[in-house]
């Protein structure tokens, strides 16, 4: 079993820049891929960021350009750099780790889930 602990959330102003981290409890499994997943109140969970076992990643449109995913593998640890944030990223930010090699959006592909970060984002 795998354990997914994030931090890095918190209240910012529109136009601002938050770095989450992810980190995950030691593991067996050689390849696998990890993605960043969000809930607002009301709506369902949604794919943000993902990145494969070769460092291949994905982006949900509306956060191209402006979030960078990223893994440190010695570490045990995933990243997501969110710069130039807007009220409409407001959400509870999950980490999530699958036992397969697609830098995937798709919720149910992942195995283990982290409990999830706050990131607001109002003035």
């Known amino acids: 079993e795998v354990h997914l602990m994030e931090s890095g959330g918190g209240l910012v102003q529109p136009g601002g820049s938050l770095r989450l981290s992810c980190a995950a409890s030691?593991?067996?499994?050689?390849?696998?891929?990890m993605g960043w997943f969000r809930q607002a109140p009301g709506k369902e969970r949604e794919g943000v960021a993902a990145i494969d076992n070769d460092g291949n990643t994905r982006y949900t449109d509306s956060v191209k350009g402006r979030f960078t995913i990223s893994r440190d593998n010695a570490k045990n640890t995933l990243y997501l750099q969110m710069n130039n944030l807007k009220p409409e990223d407001t959400a509870m930010y999950y980490c999530?780790?699958?036992?397969?090699?697609?830098?995937?959006?798709?919720?149910?592909?992942?195995?283990?889930w982290g409990r999830g970060t706050q990131v607001t984002v109002s003035s």
């Open positions: 030691k593991f067996r499994y050689s390849r696998y891929s």
């Open positions: 999530a780790f699958g036992v397969h090699m697609l830098a995937t959006l798709t919720l149910n592909l992942y195995n283990y």
